[in-house]
């Protein structure tokens, strides 16, 4: 159920647009895709003239919500699982990422707009799982 009253439609908006423009200044400038596990992954296995731009992409996604609490109050982050269900649900999402050749930011975001029938595949997978996940966790295992 949708909570109304704290309904965002205007911050997803603004964010939607700044990670879609994010993601086509990558494309035009660098001729890279802003698949954030591609990026990370990236990173870790440096290629010569390939580590500046990607610290620089997720340095800019670890500065923006901090400059966002700067400077305005944010809500409070309540988390309702338990350490090691965050890490296998961690672990998960990494398989995942390597099974399907990229993660949501590069086959939902940059994929679909490049029309990409892979990344609809993938997209569709990940829409899925997730669905399915929380119908699971809320009324088959109860909420846990």
Known sequence: MIDWAHFTPVSALVGGLIIGLAAVLLILINGRIAGISGILGGLLTPSRGESAWRAAFLLGMIAAPLLWLALAALPAIQIEASTPLLIVAGLLVGFGTRLGSGCTSGHGVC??????????????????????????????????
Do not use: Y
Not at 111 to 123: E, I, N, Y
Not at 124 to 140: D, K, N, Q
């Open 111 to 144: 994929g679909l707009s490049r029309l990409s029938p892979r990344s609809l595949v993938a997209t569709v997978l990940f829409m899925g799982a997730g669905f399915a996940t929380v119908f699971v966790v809320r009324h088959v295992l109860g909420g846990v």
